[in-house]
Structure formats: structure tokens, C-alpha cells
């Protein structure tokens, strides 16, 4: 890209799309448009509309580190630091797993099932972002809940998110190990959960964009199933009678986890939620 040139919105999208395509980006036309669309501080509609607008020098500066972010691995939104989720925009970084739209498919589906009821309080487990958790409580408006991470700066993030959504009062983040982070009196209407799943041999060949994301949020043991164990063992003993637990998976490890939760002999329902594209992603089911 040469410094001197003039660079139009309508010419930099068409080269850096082409260098994203030759770089392996999938989404090479979309990110092109998130982020310069955050540059200039306009919606991506705006770039359609303004296609012969001339940026600026110092536009054009942020936005080829941005390119060259993109290019070491980043994602998108790790890079500007904001992820859509649920229709709620939410603030990301590097501390925190980047919400994807196949957690929309299931969460959306038990928020269906619970947008109104009143009184419900729930937990989210490896909260993160707190995009689970402020999206169920966003949602159903009557809800509380308790999102829990062992990462304290996760939960700065997932804290600024729900203080700009407006969930302060409904919501406590709690620092913690997972279940030990309850005590023997949190009993919850319904636990939610996107634990690491990935095998922990797999970590090494995943995308580059997924591995700048923690290790924490991505390693789920020698087999994945490390968190699972823990919930089928113990989830239970903080669910009300007839409460839920909603978990998201890998692919591939739909059998393996819904025989685990079977054989615990404590709950039932079971449903396997499929995502947009029909791939077995999420378990629900409530405990007997």
C-alpha cells in the first residue's frame, strides 16, 4: 500500500479485501468493513454511501495497523474492540473468549423458553465478556444473576458490560474456580456455561485469531471434557428442582456429553441444540 497514493473508501476496501483473500482471511470483505468503518467512526453503511470520500493521512495510518493486526492473527473485533451479540454491543479484548454467533443459536432459544417468568436467578460459569449472562438478563427483564471467571481481568470487561447495558443492580460478578466460586447456599433457577473445550492437543493447530484469544477459555483437557465432568458431578447441587443447565460444545462432543449427563442420574429434558448451520452445539436439560 503506498503512503503516497490517494487512497478513496471504495479503493482501500477493494485492496485490502484482495490482501485479506490472499492471506487466508475467510471474511476477508467483512472485516475489511469493521474495521474501517471503526476508523472513521461511521456504520458500514456509510461506506456505501460515501464511496469516494478520500481518507484522511491519519485514517489511513490507523487504519494499516489495523491491516497488519488482522494479518498477525487478531480478530476483527479483538481489534477494535467491541463484538455484536444478541443485538447488544459488547466490549472485547484480549482477556476474554470473542462471543460467536453459535452461542446465539441456543442461548436465544432458552431465552424463549424463559423471557417470562419473573424471579429467576441464574449463574454463568467461565462468564467472560459476560455475554451469556447479560444477554439471558438483557432479555428477561425480571432475571438476576451471578457470572463467574477465574480471570479478574475478564471480569472488568464483563463488568463495563453490564454497567453499559444497565444491569448493574441485577447483576454480581464473582472471581473464582468454577463451581468452588459458589457456596453451599447459591442455589440457582438455571446455570449456564461455555467452558473450554478444546483438547488441549489441539490447541496448537487452531486459527490464528483463536489462538491470540486466552488459553484459559480454550483448554478443555486431555479430552475436552474436563469442565463437563465437573458440571455432571456437581452442577446440580445449585439447581432448584426442575432448574436448567444450558451448556455449549465442540464439535463431535454431543454423544460423549449427553451420556455423561445421563449417567449422573440427575436431570432430564434432554435436548441437543443445533446451530445455523446444523451442527450439534449446545445441551439443555433440568435437573429431576
Not at 444478541?86 to 446465539?104: A, F, H, S, Y
Not at 478444546?198 to 486466552?214: A, R
Request: hydrophobic share 40%; aromatic share 12%; net charge negative.
Amino acid at each position: 500500500m503506498a503512503d503516497n497514493s490517494v487512497w478513496t473508501i471504495k479503493k482501500i476496501l477493494i485492496w485490502t479485501t484482495g490482501y485479506f483473500e490472499k492471506h487466508g482471511i475467510d471474511s476477508a470483505r467483512l472485516d475489511s468493513e469493521i474495521l474501517l468503518s471503526h476508523v472513521l467512526g461511521k456504520s458500514r453503511i456509510y461506506l456505501y454511501t460515501e464511496f469516494e470520500r478520500i481518507l484522511a493521512a491519519k485514517e489511513l495510518a490507523l487504519f494499516k495497523k489495523y491491516i497488519q493486526k488482522r494479518i498477525e492473527g487478531f480478530s476483527a473485533a479483538a481489534i477494535i474492540g467491541k463484538k455484536e451479540f444478541m443485538g447488544l454491543t459488547l466490549k472485547v479484548n484480549e482477556q476474554v473468549l470473542i462471543p460467536r454467533p453459535d452461542t446465539e443459536t441456543w442461548l436465544e432459544k432458552v431465552i424463549q423458553y424463559y423471557r417470562n417468568e419473573t424471579g429467576l436467578k441464574v449463574a454463568d460459569l467461565g462468564t467472560g465478556s459476560g455475554a451469556i449472562l447479560v444477554g439471558f438478563l438483557y432479555y428477561c427483564r425480571d432475571a438476576v444473576g451471578v457470572g463467574v471467571d477465574i480471570s479478574t481481568e475478564a471480569l472488568k470487561i464483563a463488568e463495563e458490560n453490564g454497567q453499559n447495558l444497565k444491569l448493574t443492580d441485577r447483576v454480581e460478578w464473582r472471581q473464582g474456580d468454577y463451581l468452588k466460586a459458589f457456596d453451599e447456599e447459591d442455589i440457582f433457577d438455571g446455570i449456564f456455561s461455555n467452558p473450554p473445550y478444546i483438547p488441549t492437543k489441539d490447541i496448537g493447530g487452531l486459527p490464528g485469531e483463536v489462538k491470540h484469544e486466552p488459553r484459559l477459555a480454550l483448554d478443555g483437557g486431555t479430552d475436552g471434557l474436563y469442565f463437563y465432568h465437573l458440571l455432571a458431578k456437581g452442577a446440580a447441587e445449585h439447581l432448584k428442582p426442575g432448574g436448567f443447565l444450558a451448556v455449549e460444545f465442540g464439535i463431535g462432543q454431543a454423544t460423549d456429553i449427553l451420556e455423561m449427563f445421563r449417567k449422573s442420574a440427575q436431570y432430564e429434558d434432554f435436548e441437543v441444540i443445533k446451530d445455523y448451520g446444523g451442527i450439534e452445539r449446545a445441551l439443555y436439560c433440568r435437573k429431576k
